[in-house]
């Protein structure tokens, strides 16, 4: 039963209720007495409406920026609903339900949210487009988690057959997960301490399409300056692999939902947009053009893993998208994102043309990096962009130019928006892919 409160911690003061639904989700809406009729409801609602703890500032912050536009804020928390994207939809619809009798219905219901959040963000939009009128996601890919775990599938891979360590990873099929990812370190360690070591872990992340700038606490580096670049991808490539998202995602599926039997990693090299990087690299260590296709033909010629179709089945449901959405998304995106790569921010926008919904989304790119790295005014100049789409049915002016004057003049902080084409996404698998995998 959802209780209210009025609710004063540090600069923040609102009507609160919350609640904790029977399998341990707690759910809390954050309501300002300027309330503007729009609610806002994210994954990670419960979590962003308690400015304590290390995380204390930045959410007080962010808060205050929503409250200062009169928006309420809320939603559930990630742990308990996991990767159940469509129950997640179902609890944040529940919870807009509770908003609603003690408040009165909102005027515009927009799903926001970042990294996994923007996965349930645009799931709110494609199974309950009666109760929200728009999204605002960021730091999430757009190819769903099939696509997004084949390629973290391809990086370890390509290490696991060219670094050859003397302890394998389970490249699927994990059944223990600290070990993995003791195994994963052991390897990058090993690897970088020799020159063709790194050039193959260089290798491997530029098929996972991993960004130049993977460091948001140094500057970006130089286009070839494929050493800096390096380091930088040092500080990201075992977060980036994402065990734990593979693991969890098995345990949902009841099996594996990954491989790689038809890939062709000379081709995806080619199109990866990092193929200078990765010249450069295994030039540096003194093999090479000829080393690269040495080390890319044992690719080819090792064999592949492949999927339980039936936990494919399962996962590409709930998990990959279909297009279809009737209001607007707004995807807020930088060019350093160490998770989820910038390529797949567009894997989205190919699922819409497919369904001729490709005019409702807009991807505003930052120049920064970091998952999920934005500063406020950025959070707050796209969710302006979003709610003026709403009200008025059509897109404003989007340049950069005007992104980044609106954000200063009305929410005081810089903001870094450019214009932006990523190379394009490896891997896709949306509703056209469904039940034709076969292993």
Known sequence: M??????????????????????GTKCTVLKPDNWNGILLLDLDGTVNCTPEGPRAEMIERRLLAYFSEGYAYGGIERDAVGYRFPDAVNMLVDVRSAFSGF???????????????????????????????????????????????????????????????EEALILAGINDLKNEERKLHLMVETAKASRLGRARLALAAAIEQLPAWADPGSPEPAPEDYEEQFRQLLTCIEFAQFNFGSYVIEQLAGGSFSWNDTTNYEELLSRCGRKDFVIGMYETAGVGIEGLKKDLETLAATPRIHADPKAVSVVEKILSYAGTIEGPIVNLENI??????ESCKYAYRDTLKKKGKEDLLRVLWVRS?????????????????????IRTGAWGDLSPEKLNEDAVSLFGTPAHFFRYEPAEALHSWDFENWDSYKA
């Open 336 to 341: 350093g994102d160490q998770v989820d790569p």
């Open 2 to 23: 959802f209780q209210k409160e009025r609710f004063i911690v540090r600069n923040i003061e609102a009507n609160r209720i919350s609640d904790v639904l029977k399998d």
């Open 103 to 165: 408040f009165g219905e909102p005027e515009y219901t927009i799903a926001v949210g970042g990294s996994r959040g923007a996965f349930v963000g645009r799931f709110c939009m494609e199974l309950r487009p009666d109760i929200f009128s728009g999204a605002l996601v960021y730091g999430g890919g757009g190819s769903g988690e099939i696509a997004a775990i084949n390629s973290k599938l391809d990086g370890k891979f390509i290490m696991n057959t060219l670094l050859q360590p």
């Open 369 to 389: 990096s970091g998952h999920c790295h934005f500063t406020d005014s950025e959070i707050m100049e796209a969710l302006k962009v979003l709610t003026d789409r």
